[in-house]
């Protein structure tokens, strides 16, 4: 019995772990989308921000979307709130296409 409740507190323990993770690899997409952004407010074309940083054209819509999508329901860190709020606005084009 009491390997089964060390069991239970070790996978406990593991799942905070991979919570955790979760929500750094969402912070992490959305920080990679607001700079996104910022290049494409620059005038840097959605399909050149692919070529440009390797990633896929999927990946970098996905990033803008995740970014707009934290910036649309205020789930931003302090520091940052007023920084992008018009990137909620600013271009919806790109962003949806595939």
Known sequence: MADELERARKRESKLVAVFSAIDARADAEAALGEALIEL???????????????????????????AKNRTATGDQT?????????????????????
């Open 78 to 98: 302090p520091d940052n709130k007023d920084e992008h709020a018009s990137d909620t606005t600013s271009d919806h084009n790109g962003a949806q296409s595939h």
């Open 40 to 66: 494409k407010d620059l005038g840097v074309a959605q399909s050149d921000l692919a070529e440009m940083t390797g990633l896929s054209a999927r990946d970098v819509g996905a990033a803008i979307r995740a």
